[in-house]
């Protein structure tokens, strides 16, 4: 009893870490195009609207709440805001330089967020780690897009992804978590505010809100394990891994992704083919159960035997 309940209580204590440690990264498209004005209001352009839903939001954070906001076209540093708890007398100041101008490159930005949240991840353990794009078309480098998404999702990190007065639904729409469509500034700070604050509509869901709904339902054995698992997922940089140490005569390379990518390919002791042991396996079996068949077999023969000689 003592045992569950010491389960009981560390489940509830991480899983309130989990809930309080929220840990966003923002990725702002700042490309030439989202210089354009919006469909429904030709007087406001797409980066205004964007700036103005940003301050929106961020002046309405926790104040522990850790957020990164980059941009795909920095020209020093792509981090306007570095991910760390979020200085709201700053905000202002920095999202008024944002700035419509360059190209659409997604693909190496959403490496530098994850990257940025996989590090956070590393030494907080617990929490809740989103990547957000926000961008009103496709990636100049779509090649990096599809090398780096599927290995960032498979870590476990949640992402949503928003278009800005798209004339068609981004092609990400069914890649990642979930997908929202802003076609005016108004739907545009809504979207935004539905990620980052979690303020969900009837209609849209946001796939990482509910996890600790589920936790709460489950047996506290059964949700110890699953928080270490989240706490354990590999948090290395997305992408090729550099070489393991060196076993034998040759280099064993660690693949890109995973919980269990840091366990090294390591050659194991020589034994008996597959086949054989299999072979080997089955005739122990056998054997085993024929010896049991035949004790019981001679245990009933002696009990009848004795029973026969008491009756005469």
Same mark, same amino acid.
């Given at each position: 009893?003592?045992?569950? =309940? *010491?389960?009981?209580?560390?489940?509830?204590?991480?899983?309130?870490?989990?809930?309080?440690?929220?840990?966003?990264?923002?990725?702002?498209?700042?490309?030439?195009?989202?210089?354009?004005?919006?469909?429904?209001?030709? @007087?406001?352009?797409?980066?205004?609207?964007? @700036?103005?839903?940003?301050?929106?939001?961020?002046?309405?954070?926790?104040?522990?709440?850790?957020?990164?906001?980059?941009?795909?076209?920095?020209?020093?540093?792509?981090?306007?805001?570095?991910?760390?708890?979020?200085?709201? &007398?700053?905000?202002?100041?920095?999202?008024?330089?944002?700035?419509?101008?360059?190209?659409?490159? %997604?693909?190496?930005?959403?490496?530098?967020? &994850?990257?940025? %949240?996989? #590090?956070? @991840?590393?030494?907080?353990?617990?929490?809740?780690?989103?990547?957000?794009?926000?961008?009103?078309?496709?990636?100049?480098?779509?090649?990096?897009?599809?090398?780096? +998404?599927?290995?960032?999702?498979?870590?476990?990190?949640?992402?949503?992804?928003?278009?800005?007065?798209?004339?068609?639904?981004?092609?990400?729409?069914?890649?990642?978590?979930?997908?929202?469509?802003?076609?005016?500034?108004?739907?545009?700070?809504?979207?935004?505010?539905?990620?980052?604050?979690?303020?969900?509509?009837?209609?849209? =869901?946001?796939?990482?809100?509910?996890?600790?709904?589920? %936790?709460?339902?489950?047996?506290?054995?059964? /949700?110890?394990?699953?928080?270490?698992?989240?706490?354990?997922?590999?948090?290395?940089?997305?992408?090729? #891994?550099?070489?393991? /140490?060196?076993?034998?005569?040759?280099?064993?390379?660690?693949?890109?992704?995973?919980?269990?990518?840091?366990?090294?390919?390591?050659?194991?002791?020589?034994?008996?083919?597959?086949?054989? @042991?299999?072979?080997?396996?089955?005739?122990?079996?056998?054997?085993?159960? *024929?010896?049991?068949?035949?004790?019981? +077999?001679?245990?009933?023969?002696?009990?009848?035997?004795?029973?026969? =000689?008491?009756?005469?």
């Amino acid at each position: 009893m003592l045992g569950k =309940s *010491c389960l009981l209580s560390l489940s509830m204590l991480l899983c309130g870490e989990l809930i309080a440690g929220q840990n966003i990264v923002i990725v702002l498209d700042d490309s030439g195009s989202m210089g354009e004005p919006l469909r429904s209001d030709r @007087r406001t352009q797409k980066i205004d609207a964007a @700036r103005s839903a940003l301050r929106t939001v961020l002046e309405q954070l926790p104040d522990d709440s850790q957020v990164g906001v980059l941009v795909l076209n920095g020209e020093q540093d792509a981090w306007l805001i570095p991910l760390a708890p979020i200085d709201k &007398a700053e905000v202002n100041s920095v999202v008024g330089r944002i700035r419509a101008s360059g190209g659409t490159p %997604l693909g190496s930005s959403i490496k530098i967020a &994850a990257d940025a %949240l996989l #590090q956070a @991840r590393a030494k907080q353990h617990y929490g809740t780690y989103k990547l957000l794009i926000v961008t009103d078309g496709e990636a100049g480098d779509k090649e990096l897009v599809e090398q780096y +998404l599927p290995d960032i999702i498979s870590r476990g990190l949640v992402v949503d992804v928003i278009g800005v007065d798209m004339q068609q639904t981004h092609s990400l729409a069914t890649k990642v978590q979930t997908y929202r469509r802003a076609d005016d500034a108004r739907s545009l700070e809504q979207a935004i505010s539905e990620v980052v604050l979690g303020e969900s509509s009837a209609d849209t =869901s946001d796939a990482g809100e509910s996890d600790f709904e589920i %936790l709460q339902g489950l047996p506290s054995e059964v /949700a110890v394990v699953i928080l270490n698992t989240l706490a354990n997922q590999g948090n290395q940089p997305i992408g090729p #891994q550099r070489p393991a /140490a060196t076993f034998g005569s040759g280099e064993q390379q660690l693949p890109p992704g995973g919980p269990f990518d840091s366990v090294p390919n390591v050659p194991m002791p020589r034994s008996a083919p597959a086949g054989v @042991r299999g072979t080997w396996s089955t005739v122990f079996s056998f054997l085993c159960a *024929c010896s049991l068949a035949v004790i019981v +077999l001679a245990g009933v023969g002696i009990l009848l035997v004795v029973k026969s =000689s008491g009756r005469r």
